[in-house]
C-alpha cells in the first residue's frame, strides 16, 4: 500500500464517518431525505474512485451510525454518579459515562469537576446534535473523593481568583479565558469587540493554542515530553474539539519525524476527526468542531500558494495575511450559515492584536507551573497585566479603523459553496458535471426571490421570519432586538413589533399562545416552542427553543423541519 493511498484512504473513512453520523441523525427526522443523501454519497464515491476502493470505505460508514446508537441508547439509574462540567443559572451540566445531561433541583453546592452521587429522576429527552440525552431533577447528592480532573478544575478556579484579587474581575476573565478557554465570567462587551475584529476564537481554547504550548514543552524538553505534558493542558482545558484536533495533529507530525516516515498534514486532520467522531459522535454539529477542522484544511490546501502570491511584502506581514485568508476560504460560509454576520476588520485583529493573545497564553500556562512560586507568580501577573492594558488600547483604536459587522443571509453561503464546488469541477476538467451545480444556483436564486411554499424560521433572538411568494414578514416577540440585522438577514418588507393572530396563505394561521406560538392548518394544531415554559395541553411540539431545527417548510399538511 503506497503513501498516496493511505491517506486517500484516512480521508474518505473520515468523510464516511462525518456521512455515517449526519445520516443517523437525519433518519430519525427524514427517512427519505437521509436515504437520498446517503445514495449520492455511494454514487459519488463510486463515480471518482471505483468499485473496489469504494466498497472499503464503505465498510467504514456502518461504524459512526453503531457507534452513534451506542451513545444514546443507555440507560441511566436513579443513584448515579456524574462529573460536573460547568454550572449554570438553570442548574448544571454533567457527564455519565460520557454522555452530556442536563440538572436541575437541588445543586446548589457544586462547582466545575466536581464528582457527585446523585438520587433523583431521569428524563430522558435526546438532543442527538448537542449529544445531550436528558435531564436529571436532583433530590439529593453527596460528593465523591477528588480525582485528577476534579483536582485539575480546582486549579483553573485557584488561578482565577488569584488574578482576580491581584487585576480586577474582568481582567481575570480575559487572561483565563484566553489562556484556558475558562469564559463563564466573560464580560459581553469584550466578547463583541473581539467578534468585531474576527478573533473570537482567541477566547476560546483553539488549536493555535495548543500548538503553542507544545510547541514550547518540545522546544525545552523534547519530543517525548511534549506529547506526555500536552495531554495535562488538553484536559486542563476542558478537552475542548479544537485541542484535540490540534493535539493528534501535532502527534501524529512526531511519530512521523521519529519513524523517518513522510508526514501528511491532510492524513494528520482526517486522523484526528475519525478519533473525536468515534468519542464524540455528535461532534460533528458542534461549531467549534466544524471551524477548526475547516480553518485548518484551508491552511493545508491554500496557505503556501497564497504566501507565494504575496512575495513582494516583509515576510511576518505575509505569513500572517496569508494564514488569515486561507483559514477563512472554508469556514465563510459556515459562518454565514450559523451565525448570518462576517467581519471584514478579521485582517486588523489577527495582525496585530493576536501575536500579544498568544503572549498570554505562554503566561498564562507559566502561571499554571509556578502558582506555588509566589514572586515569579505575581511577577508573572504584573506582565499580563500590561499585556491585557496594549491589547484594550490596540482593540480601541482597532474598532475605530475596522468596518462594522456585515450582515448577510444564508443564502450567501449557499451560493459561495456552489461557486466553489462549480470552480473545482472546472479545474478537474469535468466540464458536464458543472451544470448541476450552476443549476443548483438558478434554484437558490429562484428561491431567493419566491418562496413556492410557507416557511416559518425562528432567532433565537426573539423573531419569527414568514416568507410564502414574494412576501417576507417579520414579527418580534421580545424587545431590545436589533431590528436592522435581521432586516438585512432575511430581507424581509415588511416588519411587525407584536401580533396575536397572522395568515399564512389561505390554510395556515399562526397565534400566540402563551408565551410560545400556535400553528394551525388542515385540522391540525402544532404548538412551537419558543420559551421554557412547561406545555399545557396536548399538542405535536415543534420545539425551536431546544431542538435540532430553526425552521419549517409547510407543503400541504406536512411540516418538513430544516436544519
Request: proline share 2%; with cysteine.
Amino acid at each position: 500500500m503506497n503513501y498516496n493511498y493511505r491517506i486517500n484512504v484516512l480521508l474518505y473513512i473520515f468523510l464516511s464517518f462525518i456521512c455515517g453520523t449526519y445520516i443517523y441523525v437525519l433518519f430519525n427526522e427524514s427517512k427519505w431525505l437521509a436515504t437520498i443523501i446517503a445514495s449520492c454519497f455511494f454514487i459519488l464515491l463510486v463515480l471518482f474512485n471505483g468499485i473496489k476502493f469504494s466498497l472499503l470505505v464503505m465498510i467504514f460508514f456502518f461504524v459512526p451510525i453503531i457507534n452513534s446508537y451506542n451513545y444514546y441508547n443507555i440507560n441511566f439509574s436513579k443513584d448515579q454518579e456524574i462529573r460536573i462540567e460547568s454550572t449554570k443559572l438553570y442548574g448544571a451540566i454533567g457527564k455519565i459515562k460520557g454522555r452530556t445531561v442536563y440538572l436541575s433541583g437541588n445543586i446548589k453546592e457544586i462547582s466545575s469537576g466536581d464528582r457527585i452521587k446523585v438520587k433523583g429522576t431521569f428524563k430522558k429527552d435526546i438532543n442527538r446534535e448537542r449529544g445531550v440525552l436528558g435531564s436529571y431533577k436532583v433530590e439529593s447528592y453527596k460528593h465523591l473523593k477528588s480525582d485528577l480532573i476534579s483536582k485539575v478544575y480546582n486549579l483553573r478556579e485557584k488561578i482565577f481568583y488569584n488574578l482576580r484579587s491581584k487585576l480586577g474581575y474582568r481582567r481575570a476573565a480575559i487572561i483565563t479565558s484566553i489562556s484556558f478557554g475558562y469564559t463563564e465570567y466573560l464580560d459581553n462587551s469584550d466578547e463583541m469587540d473581539m467578534k468585531k475584529l474576527g478573533i473570537l476564537h482567541a477566547l476560546s481554547v483553539s488549536g493555535l493554542h495548543m500548538a503553542i504550548v507544545y510547541s514550547i514543552i518540545k522546544r525545552f524538553f523534547g519530543e517525548k515530553a511534549a506529547a506526555i505534558l500536552s495531554v495535562f493542558y488538553v484536559i486542563f482545558t476542558g478537552a475542548a474539539l479544537a485541542t484535540v484536533r490540534s493535539y493528534i495533529m501535532m502527534l501524529t507530525t512526531s511519530f512521523a519525524i521519529s519513524f523517518k516516515r513522510n508526514y501528511n498534514p491532510l492524513a494528520g486532520l482526517s486522523l484526528g476527526g475519525i478519533i473525536i467522531i468515534l468519542f464524540k459522535p455528535y461532534s460533528i454539529f458542534n461549531i467549534g468542531f466544524q471551524l477548526s477542522f475547516l480553518a485548518t484544511l484551508g491552511i493545508i490546501l491554500f496557505n503556501k500558494k497564497i504566501n507565494k502570491k504575496l512575495y513582494r511584502m516583509p515576510k511576518y506581514i505575509r505569513e500572517g495575511i496569508s494564514i488569515c485568508i486561507s483559514s477563512q476560504i472554508f469556514t465563510f460560509p459556515i459562518l454565514v450559515y450559523s451565525f448570518k454576520e462576517f467581519s471584514i476588520g478579521f485582517l486588523f485583529g489577527n495582525l496585530i492584536v493576536l501575536p500579544l493573545m498568544n503572549i498570554i497564553v505562554v503566561i498564562g500556562n507559566l502561571l499554571l507551573l509556578f502558582i506555588k512560586i509566589k514572586p515569579l507568580f505575581n511577577y508573572l501577573i504584573f506582565l499580563s497585566f500590561y499585556i491585557t492594558r496594549i491589547i484594550d488600547v490596540l482593540t480601541g483604536i482597532l474598532k475605530g479603523l475596522s468596518p462594522n459587522i456585515i450582515y448577510l443571509n444564508e443564502n450567501i453561503a449557499k451560493f459561495y459553496c456552489i461557486i466553489m464546488i462549480t470552480v473545482y469541477f472546472y479545474k478537474k476538467h469535468l466540464k458536464r458535471i458543472i451544470i448541476f451545480p450552476l443549476l443548483l444556483g438558478l434554484v437558490y436564486i429562484f428561491n431567493l426571490l419566491y418562496t413556492p411554499y410557507p416557511k416559518i424560521e425562528y432567532y433565537q433572538e426573539g423573531v419569527i421570519s414568514i416568507s410564502y411568494k414574494t412576501s417576507k414578514k417579520l414579527f418580534y416577540t421580545k424587545n431590545n432586538i436589533e431590528k436592522e440585522k435581521f432586516e438585512k438577514i432575511t430581507m424581509a418588507k415588511e416588519e411587525y413589533n407584536d401580533f396575536n393572530s397572522v395568515n399564512i396563505g389561505n390554510k395556515f394561521k399562526l397565534k400566540r399562545y402563551n408565551n410560545n406560538l400556535l400553528l394551525e392548518g388542515y385540522n391540525k394544531k402544532y404548538l412551537l416552542k419558543v420559551s421554557k415554559d412547561e406545555i399545557i395541553g396536548t399538542y405535536d411540539i415543534i420545539d425551536f427553543k431546544n431542538g435540532s431545527f430553526s425552521k419549517i417548510v409547510l407543503i400541504k399538511d406536512k411540516i418538513i423541519p430544516f436544519y
